[in-house]
């Protein structure tokens, strides 16, 4: 726990430090951003405002309660009393934002024959092995199933169907995986549930990353799926191992339909859900809401606070004393009076310089 906290706080100041170079006029933190508290507070007193998009189950996950409060906009992918909550108990704007597709990435693709054997099955799924899933997925070890992702049971009935010994699959290969197969199995994780979790509020973002691809998927039935996608049409879900198994029966022997339905989702995609459309609709939402560019002052001291401050460096302080009729001074200051200067370089110039690349090098990382 010490190490980790250490390594949290060691990225903290490498984002604060890449921030405070490249200056933006906002910050956007995905959930377990490695910003800590006391970064953002910094960031707050310099007026820049900060946005989190919390894209993970509130019931599950709660570390966004030590949080919310240092950022200025909060987004969220599950509504109700949740959303609610935020607002009445942080009094400060929070807004529904669902996750999407990236259609540059989640793309339909010409797989080779060999990619076709490797990736290819009946029946696929991605993804990590929840205690719902290695419950569920028991119920369909007669067809040809294929189950990629870490954290299942080798040993269990499951361990003949788990692809490379359970190692975590890369994204590009994922969407491998998605354009191979007849159908993907999209089931939403629950670590309470042995199933389909009958309260879901939220959708992940397999729905939406499979559907974009062109791929066919069966999804567990949810509330919110009505909100993004024609029941039947644009998307086929089930709510029981019953119901899916009757949908993979009919679905594999009836190819031209299964096409149909992945189409249609597919175009819904690209016209209502992807990310460049839920950055604008967060976008709105921020500027909408008290939005102000923030007030980066210039790095400058005035120089008898700066000399005064550096009494145990006299070489320091005398090179400074050319800077007196300036009043102010910043580091811009001292760079262009040694790079206009002739002749050796003084200790103390160099070591103005090295900061500077340091600087530099900061704003390349």
């Not at 080798?154 to 788990?162: E, K």
């Amino acid at each position: 726990a010490g190490l980790g906290s250490q390594f949290v706080r060691f990225a903290s100041s490498s984002v604060l430090a890449r921030l405070e170079s490249f200056r933006p006029d906002l910050v956007i933190a995905l959930a377990q951003a490695p910003l800590n508290p006391e970064h953002l507070q910094r960031l707050r007193k310099t007026g820049l405002r900060t946005a989190f998009w919390f894209v993970e189950n509130y019931r599950h996950l709660t570390y966004w309660k030590k949080f919310f409060q240092y950022y200025d906009y909060i987004f969220v992918i599950q509504k109700g009393d949740f959303l609610r909550g935020i607002r009445e108990t942080y009094n400060k704007p929070a807004h529904y934002l669902p996750l999407a597709a990236l259609p540059e990435f989640h793309q339909p693709l010409d797989l080779t024959e060999e990619e076709m054997s490797e990736y290819g099955s009946d029946l696929s799924f991605v993804g990590a092995g929840y205690k719902n899933r290695r419950h569920f997925f028991t119920g369909l070890i007669d067809y040809d199933l294929k189950i990629w992702g870490d954290e299942w049971d080798l040993n269990s009935p499951l361990g003949n169907f788990i692809q490379r010994g359970g190692e975590r699959i890369s994204p590009e290969e994922m969407v491998k995986i998605f354009n191979a197969s007849k159908i993907n199995i999209n089931l939403h994780s629950s670590a309470v549930h042995t199933g389909v979790d009958p309260f879901g509020d939220f959708i992940n973002p397999r729905t939406f990353e499979i559907t974009a691809t062109d791929s066919f998927q069966l999804v567990d039935m949810r509330d919110p799926l009505r909100e993004f996608f024609e029941i039947g049409r644009e998307i086929e879900t089930f709510s029981s191992l019953k119901e899916l198994r009757k949908k993979i029966d009919y679905y594999l022997s009836h190819p031209d339909e299964r096409r149909d339905v992945a189409r249609a989702g597919y175009e819904k995609i690209l016209r209502a859900h992807t990310y460049e459309l839920r950055m604008k609709e967060m976008l709105e939402f921020i500027f909408e809401h008290d939005f102000d560019l923030p007030t980066w002052a210039k790095e400058e001291l005035f120089i008898d606070e700066l000399t005064d401050s550096l009494r145990d460096a006299p070489e320091l302080i005398e090179y400074l004393r050319q800077f007196e009729d300036k009043k102010r001074i910043g580091f811009d200051d001292i760079l262009e009076r040694i790079q206009s200067g002739k002749g050796e370089l003084k200790e103390v110039e160099k070591i103005f310089l090295f900061m500077r690349e340091v600087k530099e090098q900061y704003s390349k990382a």
